[in-house]
């Protein structure tokens, strides 16, 4: 049975790592630069959710499992070509 207190300790260490530099920051901060404060809070929001998604996945062990990441990486890889395709598709021009 997994405690609180360990939980409440990896949910600690998770949020020390969301909010270190990294890929994540600079991509929100270019967000929220070039495309002002809603591009940026909504691109805060996507990673909160991911990071939501993944915690209790780390915490049960599924992230150890080669064919769980296999699966996250090819709906990952999915998802990615689905918004190529629509940003390719799109009338609207990209923003510069």
Known sequence: MITLSA???VALIELGMALTPGPNMVHLASRAITQGRRA?????????VGFLCHLPAAAAGL??????MA?????A???????ALRTALSRTPAPA
Do not use: E
């Open 40 to 48: 940026g809070l909504v691109t805060l929001g996507g990673t909160a």
């Open 71 to 75: 699966v996250q990486r090819f709906t």
């Open 7 to 9: 939980v409440a300790g």
């Open 63 to 68: 992230s150890a499992r080669p064919r769980v």
């Open 77 to 83: 890889r999915g998802l990615l070509g689905v918004f």
